[in-house]
């Protein structure tokens, strides 16, 4: 049986005695402005009608004020017995508590000390919190609790509100953004027959209808490109993806993905596309284009630089991945240079492709602090992307790293059917072998290229990334509603 605190008891009591004069949980409140929006109105500007939860309360004799609250903004109400009634004013100060919904009504003024208010000639009681809120000058401080709980800390906290809106609205933009170019939203399955569209381990679940084992999405790519075949041009989708993966302050197993291929473009159009896509949307979303993150401030309109996959590792490492040019020699020169790899995957098994991309995560990208597109990844490292047609060890393929985050990949895509069957057929060997994140065999993708595909060029957006890095939080799951956490009893 559950147990309750002494104010949660009180509660209750005040919930029996509230139904007593109506009812404490009601259908509906008609609102004529957001709380945001009341507080910019004028004086005397009557018959405004707003809601929100109660976050502060100061009952006096027969004046009172409260703060109510919602995700955009606050705004404060007065409670006057002389405009309410007495048996109203009452109600209030014996059962009204912080954490409560009220509707008020009323006139619009601003007090003495300058802050707008509602000075309220009716109010609803909306519906009672059985549980406290935090003290109001603790906050929600806790990592934990504020991921467990996050209501309790877009309650609280103003930084978390700020946060969350501008990520949306940065979705927004961005949406805005590629629907003014002309590119279509579509929507791809999220259970598949096969893990592909990344190199990346899969979650298995079983179909009991269909009597299958399925594999939730890792990347909605293919399925963009079976598209593509279908005749759209410019597609984009919005894609919950899921890793089964380790977890760390920049990686989780459930994320979301943004994605987008054009057709008859290649990846260096795509390269001055989101360039052009991410400065557009940063200047709407902060107001300018210089951003701080942590203690530095990046500049977004200067022009990116470009850089090659081979530079940065000689830079950073002096490795030459054209003198070792396959995974015996480069794992044989790291090893002699001591330099330990932050991976939970076996160095012996995985691909001399995915063995490059950690060298490179440990020693290169930390660094890499302005915006960058590293190009030229060799071949190994990315099985559904164009080789280059000069040196066909290579990939038109592109990263766009800032402040040593991964933001963008983006391709010019494979559409010759024979040789994306070759390369994935590699690919399943070392799925065979045991690296868990080379991708399978999918026959029914390279079917749909067989019907034929234009020239296409593709990228992806990890959202809560870029949020992550723009906003410099610490942690990813910072950026994400309701992350998924062990539960408190395992």
Known sequence: MREFSEQEIVRREKLKEIEKYCNPYPERYEITHSLKEASALADETKDVRVAGRIVFMRKMGKLSFIRLRDIEGDLQVSIKIDLVGEEKYNFFKTLVDVGDFIGASGEIFTTHTGEKTLRADSFEFLGKALKPLPEKFHGVTDPELCYRNRYLDLIMNEDTRKRFLLKYKFIKEVRRYLEDLGYIEIETPVLSNKASGALAKPFIAHHNALDIDVYLRIAPETYLKRAIVGGFTKVFEFARCFRNEGIDSTHLQDFTMLEGYGAYLNYKDNMKLMEDMLKTVIKKVFGSLEVKIGDKVIDFSKKWETVTFRAVLLKYVDIDIMEFDNKEKLLNEINRRGIVLDTDAD?????????????????????????????????????LARANDDN????????????????????????????????????????????????????????????GMPPISGWGIGIDRVIQVLTDTPNIKDNVLFPLMRPEDK
């Not at 691909?351 to 190009?375: C, H, Q, S, W």
């Not at 790293?401 to 559409?415: F, H, K, P, Q, T």
């Open 392 to 451: 066909k060890e290579l990939t038109d393929r592109f990263q766009l790293v800032i402040n040593g985050a991964e933001i963008i990949n983006g391709y010019s895509e494979l559409v010759e059917p024979a040789e994306q069957q070759k390369r994935l057929e590699e690919q399943a060997k070392l799925n065979a072998g045991g690296d868990e994140e080379a991708m399978m065999m999918d026959m029914d993708y390279i079917e749909a290229m067989e019907v």
């Open 347 to 383: 160095l012996n098994t995985i691909g001399y492709g995915n063995l490059i991309d950690v060298l490179y995560k440990k020693v290169a990208r930390p660094y890499m602090i302005e915006p960058v597109f590293l190009t030229e990844h060799p071949i190994s490292l990315s099985p």
